[in-house]
């Protein structure tokens, strides 16, 4: 197979960019996916004052402003050596929660039910949020919106600000809620709960209820046997805000759990020559390429992940519906990892669409635990910090993954520098080997390539719900995903460009 | 009487992405001069001007019977773009677009409509929507949005790199987007 060598400039392009090179016979031979990376926010960050970092961090990024805010205001404590009080803690939580509601309705709605609604070949202009709504009914539409409208309300009401918070400091909070605002939060959050148990039901109309869709999710061309993390409670249950993180291996073993402050002995990052961007692994198990199994240490962390990484969740409704997501596709695992306590694991990736409304369904009703605890209105929110800051790592559950702050300063308490590994970048080999796989799956030789055929290759990306990181860049309004075919002599074969 | 929402897209510390954010300031700054030798309408001259940068989202009001301006920044797009828009009757969104159909720092004023493949997908980033299908999703249910979204834009392809200042073409590039802002204003206030 002839080597192609690719130009960096085309990294920049603003482009998702697969690269499909197919062998002699015309089987593909390897795939490259590549995501612009935004460039120099450790250099823009030094100098400054580490208290600026939970403002400054929430413009990375317009999708998670909210985790920017939360793993920089938990890297702060960390370097201030200072504990918030619980009502901190509980109030960072519950905005959290609400967002993550928010975070998680958009995903599901606009981006990831529209291939089981309409169909992953229907034509691109239906397959989208306008789609569903006209296909299932106006209700969702308003029930979306109500979603992320009371997401945003308390994210308003404790950070400050409408999605980019601002109330969080070193110790705790710049500002309590009143019992005015706890009422309709927790109004807010009731709602939430039922929003979620009926988002669950339409899942299993939707899809569940359908062979072919089922068939899909449980396909050798979107599983992969790779190691998991997530973080947990101190009962090893999914936590976004708070806890260590669990890893299992991939027989959903827990192999061990580590403290934000111990990451760096459990997350190492290996380079390639064709993208800027950075592929974490797990440092005990080593880098073996882009490969599954035991062996390798190729880590995946999503909803999914979180999940697997678990031993349940936190809350009542949602933990039924675990049971049900393991005993429905991992059946006998999870039986004997019931009765004996061997490791349970889902490797199929469309099942990660399952997995973030389960999380929808716990952040929801998390939401209406914190709202209801009997001292959420009380006035200690911070601790004033006494301590000389020095370094620091603050770590929350992203929607699309660990997300890890770590700050070294100065006496002062000015940043010398900062490192971050974000939600997507630890999946950067997982999206890359269920891209590779997916093409072995669907492109042979002959294989006419179609729309559908390329929706199918990028489903198995949209299950990890990337985050391109450029999404503040809002216009024009797409960032294609451009699809460059070539043979066995690097010659483009075709090209195809969705807006995705 | 019209509402009319200004309003400044992008990532006011990533380089040119944040032009959005400079123009808009300089509208707001344009339009509250204006008001000042009429006295009595709009903000009081001895007000400190909010800045977008520490106002943030929701800030910046400018009324100015008998028609009503408001001015205001936004990082997102899509839905929550969308979800800003309502109410309002004209929009004129300004960002920095990457089209590749000019020099640097190269203002093009157009509706929403005109810029390539608005009918199609799911993005602004691969999470959301685009702005066009959002505001038929608004639309659809029932929600009273701009008839007509404006854009003015300003060409540059350094948007990826963190920067609190803009590239001098781009900076330069700032009056002309402002001027042309005010003429979109102007012209919507003639009856």
Redesign the interface.
């Known amino acids: 197979m002839q080597r192609i060598t690719i130009d960096p400039i085309t990294r920049l392009e603003g482009h998702g960019k697969i690269e499909i090179f197919l062998d002699e016979e015309g089987e593909v031979a390897n795939t490259y996916f590549q995501i612009p990376e935004l460039r120099g926010f450790e250099r823009f960050c030094v100098g400054r004052p580490v208290e600026e970092m939970p403002t400054l961090t929430n413009r990375i990024c317009g999708v998670c402003p909210e985790a920017h805010h939360m793993a920089a205001a938990k890297a702060c404590d960390a370097v201030y050596h200072v504990e918030p009080p619980p009502i901190a803690k509980k109030l960072r939580e519950l905005l959290y929660s609400a967002f993550y509601v928010a975070d998680h309705t958009t995903h599901f709605y606009a981006l990831g039910s529209p291939d089981f609604v309409m169909g992953p070949d229907a034509p691109v202009a239906e397959r989208n949020i306008l789609g569903v709504i006209h296909k299932v009914g106006l209700e969702i539409g308003s029930k979306v919106i109500q979603a992320r409208k009371y997401g945003h309300a308390v994210v308003e009401m404790i950070g400050g600000r409408k999605v980019h918070p601002c109330t969080s400091i070193p110790g705790g909070l710049s500002k309590g809620i009143t019992e005015e605002e706890r009422q309709e939060i927790e109004k807010m959050g009731r709602w939430a709960v039922e929003f979620a148990q009926f988002s669950l039901k339409l899942f299993d109309d939707i899809v569940l209820k359908n062979s072919a869709y089922v068939d899909m999710i449980m396909s050798d061309a979107y599983t992969h046997r790779t190691y998991y993390i997530g973080m947990v409670d101190e009962n090893n249950k999914v936590n976004f805000y708070d806890g260590k993180i669990s890893v299992v291996d991939p027989d959903g073993r827990r192999i061990g759990k580590y403290a934000p402050h111990e990451y760096q002995d459990w997350i190492a990052e290996h380079t390639e020559p064709w993208t800027y961007l950075k592929f974490p692994y797990l440092k005990k198990i080593g880098w073996k390429g882009f490969v599954d199994g035991k062996d390798s240490g190729v880590y995946c962390a999503t909803p999914l992940a979180r999940l697997n990484a678990a031993d349940g969740m936190a809350t009542p409704r949602a933990q039924e519906e675990y049971e049900r997501f393991y005993t429905t596709l991992a059946q006998q695992e999870y039986e004997r990892y019931s009765s004996t306590g061997a490791g349970k694991v889902v490797h199929q990736r469309l099942a990660t669409h399952w997995a973030r409304l389960i999380e929808l369904l716990y952040a929801a009703e998390r939401w209406v635990e914190l709202a209801t605890d009997p001292e959420i209105t009380s006035d200690n929110f911070r601790t004033i910090p006494t301590e000389t800051p020095t370094e620091g790592v603050g770590i929350v559950e992203a929607p699309r993954g660990t997300l890890t702050h770590h700050y070294w300063t100065d006496e002062r308490g000015i940043l010398t520098r900062v490192n971050l590994i974000v939600g997507t970048t630890n999946n950067y080999a997982p999206i890359s080997m269920s891209i590779k796989k997916a093409a072995q799956s669907l492109i042979h030789k002959g294989t006419v390539i179609s729309e559908g055929l390329l929706n199918r290759i990028e489903m198995a990306f949209r299950a990890y719900d990337p985050c391109f990181g450029c999404a503040t860049h809002s216009l024009p309004g797409q960032m294609p995903l451009e699809v460059t075919i070539r043979d066995a002599r690097g010659q483009v074969v075709e090209v195809l460009k969705q807006y995705c | 009487m019209t509402k009319t929402l200004v309003i400044g897209?992008?990532?006011?510390?990533?380089g040119d992405?944040g032009v959005g954010w400079h123009v808009a300031e300089g509208v707001r700054q344009a339009l509250m001069g204006a008001s000042r030798p009429t006295g009595g309408e709009g903000r009081r001259t001895d007000e400190p001007l909010p800045s977008p940068y520490r106002g943030?989202?929701?800030e910046g009001s400018v009324p100015r019977p008998p028609s009503f301006v408001e001015v205001d920044c936004h990082?997102?797009?899509?839905?929550?773009?969308m979800?800003r828009l309502v109410g309002y009757d004209r929009a004129i969104?300004i960002?920095?677009?990457?089209?590749g159909q000019g020099p640097v720092g190269h203002v093009t004023c157009f509706p929403l409509e005109a810029?390539?493949?608005?009918?199609?997908?799911?993005?602004?980033?691969?999470?959301?929507?685009?702005?066009?299908?959002a505001l038929?999703?608004?639309r659809?249910?029932g929600a009273h949005l701009p008839a007509q979204v404006m854009?003015v834009?300003v060409e540059s392809p350094y948007?990826?790199?963190?920067?609190?200042k803009l590239t001098p073409p781009v900076a330069a590039a700032v009056p002309q987007a402002v001027q042309k802002v005010l003429e979109l204003l102007g012209q919507e206030e003639e009856p």
């Open positions: 897209l992008g990532n006011p510390l990533l992405d943030g989202e929701g990082v997102g797009g899509g839905l929550s773009l979800e969104v960002d920095a677009v990457n089209l810029l390539p493949h608005p009918s199609v997908g799911h993005l602004t980033s691969a999470h959301e929507t685009n702005l066009w299908t038929q999703v608004g659809t249910m854009v834009a948007v990826y790199e963190f920067s609190d």
